[in-house]
């Protein structure tokens, strides 16, 4: 990856401070782009009077933005970098910094699996009636089917979405594959999301039913994995950091919902829940929270809520409860539960596990809206 293709948008933040003539100024800056963090400190100090400190606790999205203990110390803004404001108040002044990342890939490598994702979309929309008589043991059988019974297909458009340093392209993307033959439809989703074509780890709600099958612009994983689980459309990858082209296995996805069952199972005897709560402001999710725990109850179970920043195996495992329901960022249920020592599962999850909910009826992703 060229880090020097990332381009940061500094000249706002620099006139905002000059304008409010600020004097204490935080930094916030995602893990990736850390190491180039003390570059843009100086740049900011040299044209500015403020001083700048650099949060520098892990920050992985704008659900984290640093709240009032900054405000303890005296700081009078926040600028926050590489994520898109949302509908949170965090209590502080903050400028929303864009990051933009110049990588222009061929669509070439990508259209073989499009063309393969369109027959798919294709064959579903012609049987999707069949589908939803499917019997619960045969959808039980058939997870990924599952996951796309609660998204029922109206239509097979192609949906371009992206990370949100590769948006600034995806209008021009969007007319290549028309170009070349493809309904493209760039969904714009709630109001935690800021721009068309935007999904995060926790959000995807643009998708529609006209929608078939997707393209995602971006690299890693991360973003294909929770919107595949969402939606249960096939999903191809082009990454503009490589040119490279992939798609997001149904395998893989299979073997997610297999875990996701498994753990499910495994809370089937459990007595008592830790419920999780996350301090970040845009994790935040009390009433969740408190809902859960009047269900566990009202199964003659116990459940115990635990209010974290950070969560991590080395912060809760040791509480003498039989499993955790996780109610602060979705993907640390989906992603991370291996590390943890007892079953870590959503609040989906857990109406599942208490017999209130039927997996069979097609998996729901956690999202925050
Ligand atoms: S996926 Fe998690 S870390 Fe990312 S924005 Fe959502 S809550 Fe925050």
């Known amino acids: 990856m060229d ?31 850390k190491m180039q963090a003390l570059e843009m400190m100086d740049t900011i100090e040299e044209d500015t009077s403020a001083r700048i400190i650099l949060a520098a606790d892990p920050c992985y999205g704008a659900c984290d933005l640093v709240h009032d203990k900054m405000q303890r110390m005296g700081v009078e803004l926040v600028a926050h970098m590489g994520h898109s404001q949302m509908n949170i108040d965090s209590g502080m002044p903050t400028e929303f910094i864009n990051v933009t990342y110049d990588g222009d890939p061929a669509i070439d490598p990508v259209l073989p699996i499009l063309e393969q994702h369109r027959r798919i979309a ?73 721009f068309p074509g935007q999904v995060l780890g926790c959000n995807y709600s643009g998708d529609s039913d006209e929608i078939g099958h997707y393209l995602f612009l971006g690299s890693g994983d991360f973003h294909p994995i929770g919107l595949v689980l969402h939606t249960g459309k096939p ?51 009390r009433n969740l929270a408190l809902r859960m725990k009047r269900k566990i109850e009202k199964h003659g179970k116990k459940g ?21 329901v996780n109610t602060a960022c979705p993907r640390i249920a989906i992603d991370d539960s291996v590390r943890y020592a007892k079953p870590l599962i959503t609040p989906f999850e857990l109406e599942v596990a208490l017999g209130e909910k039927k997996w069979e009826l097609g998996y729901k992703f956690d999202e925050i809206p």
Do not use: W
């Open 122 to 194: 294709e064959s579903r929309l012609s049987r999707v009636e069949e589908d939803r008589q499917m019997s619960e043991e045969e959808a039980k059988e058939l997870f990924v089917d599952a996951v796309g019974r609660v998204s029922p297909l109206k239509g097979t458009k192609l949906g371009l979405v992206g990370s949100i340093q590769h948006l600034h392209l995806i209008f021009e993307y969007k007319e290549r594959l028309e170009a070349v033959g493809y309904e493209v439809e760039i969904p714009v989703g709630g109001a935690r999301l800021s």
């Open 235 to 285: 999903l191809a990858m082009l990454d503009p950091y490589t040119g490279g082209a992939e798609e997001m296995s149904f395998g893989r996805i299979e073997k997610i919902l297999r875990q996701r069952f498994g753990l499910i199972m495994s809370c089937d005897e459990a007595k008592s829940f830790g419920i999780l709560i996350g301090e970040k402001p845009g994790q935040m999710r």
């Open 304 to 324: 115990y809520l635990l209010a974290l920043e950070h969560i991590g195996p080395e912060l809760i495992d040791f509480y003498p409860v039989d499993a955790f």
């Open 3 to 33: 880090m020097n293709r990332h381009e940061f948008q500094l000249d706002d933040l620099i006139e905002r401070i000059k304008a409010n003539d600020n004097r204490l100024v935080a930094l916030q800056v995602p893990e990736g782009l």
